[in-house]
């Protein structure tokens, strides 16, 4: 049975940082690329950041270029995004996506909510 356990996200003021996390069991985690989406209330939900099965390729939507950092540990079998610099826009639910060729699977969210 596949499942996710997202953790990390509250209340940040803008400026600050804050760590998700997002443990997975169920399935063959290293050979599936891993992606963070987020989705904003009255907004489509976006991809934000993404990493290959062996880490190696990392790519970034322009809005967080420069201040997220997505990597992942694949002995612990944990995808993680590591948010700098946060900004009022920023605040959004945030879901973890495993991305495979046959399958995918999706974490259940975890809010972040960037104010002052």
């Known amino acids: 049975q596949v499942q996710f356990v997202e953790s990390g996200g509250g209340l940040v003021q803008p400026g600050g940082s804050l760590r998700l996390a997002c443990a997975a069991s169920g399935f063959r985690f290293s050979i599936y690329s891993m992606r963070w989406y987020r989705q904003a209330p009255g907004k489509e939900r976006e991809l934000v950041a993404s990493?290959?099965?062996?880490?190696?390729?990392?790519n970034y939507a322009d809005s967080v270029k420069g201040r997220f950092t997505i990597s992942r540990d694949n002995a612990k079998s944990t995808v993680y995004l590591q948010m700098n610099s946060l900004k009022p826009e920023d605040t959004a639910v945030y879901y973890c996506?495993?991305?495979?060729?046959?399958?995918?699977?999706w974490g259940q969210g975890t809010q972040v909510t960037v104010s002052s």
């Open positions: 990493i290959t099965g062996a880490g190696t390729i990392t």
């Open positions: 996506r495993a991305f495979g060729v046959s399958s995918d699977y």
